[in-house]
């Protein structure tokens, strides 16, 4: 069985601090991999994308950014926190064979206060 | 840019009740709809999903969908206080790869 696990749980971070999320999943070979980020109340926002190790696409730019050192390893990271980056940061991971998919499995997710 | 409109924003209805919750797209490429549950401080979880036009049914869930109009509807019967939580309905086709969620239904079923 396929499993996905998210570290850390929770961070309270100052802003301009640094970040490094991170997320594994075991069990699964060559999966495309999602980060999403939540705001409290706020609508699932797709943030990086990644097909296979090495590549990263940026959905959107919040001055952040993605790297898929491992096939199953995806890690989020910014050197200078902002306070909008609090929120629910979410790694997914869909069936690899096409990127265009919404049957996501999602980690459970990392609590980011920026303060 | 693809929009996913979900209506209502939020939703009671007492236990054993049905519960409608309705999204749709903006996009006329959509081909695909999914419906996920979040619990509070929980992370999505896919309900159910939908490719084509008429219905799907799942024990208690029912889904909808009408590719004229773009739009999909989840039914909960005999709704259950463990329903309670945030509805989010999601589509995705054609060129743009990029899975769209909307804001989501927040449902609480009173018991």
């Known amino acids: 069985a396929q499993t996905i696990h998210q570290w850390p749980v929770a961070e309270i971070k100052a802003v301009g601090s640094p970040l490094s999320l991170g997320c594994t999943i075991k069990g699964k070979s060559s999966p495309n991999l999602y980060w999403y980020w939540q705001a409290t109340g706020g609508t699932l926002q797709q943030l990086f994308y990644?097909?296979?190790?090495?590549?990263v696409e940026s959905v959107v730019q919040l001055n952040l950014s993605a790297s898929r050192p491992k096939d199953d390893q995806f890690i989020l990271s910014t050197e200078k926190l902002l306070l909008s980056h609090s929120g629910f940061y979410l790694c997914?991971?869909?069936?690899?064979?096409?990127?265009?998919?919404?049957?996501?499995?999602f980690g459970e997710g990392s609590k980011l206060t920026v303060l | 840019q693809q929009k996913v409109q979900q209506s209502p924003e939020s939703l009671i209805v007492p236990e054993g009740g049905m519960a409608s919750l309705n999204c749709t797209s903006s996009d006329r490429n959509v081909d695909y709809f999914w419906w996920y549950r979040q619990h509070s401080g929980k992370s999505p979880k896919m309900l159910m999903?939908?490719?084509?036009?008429g219905e799907k049914e799942e024990g208690r869930f029912t889904v909808h969908l009408n590719k004229a109009s773009l739009h999909t509807s989840l039914h909960i019967r005999d709704s259950q206080p463990s329903d309670s939580a945030l509805y989010l309905c999601a589509a995705s086709g054609g060129s743009n790869a990029k899975l769209t969620f909307g804001k989501g239904t927040k449902l609480s079923v009173k018991s």
């Open positions: 990644s097909i296979t190790v090495g590549q």
């Open positions: 997914a991971w869909s069936p690899s064979g096409t990127s265009n998919t919404g049957q996501l499995y």
């Open positions: 999903s939908i490719f084509s036009n």
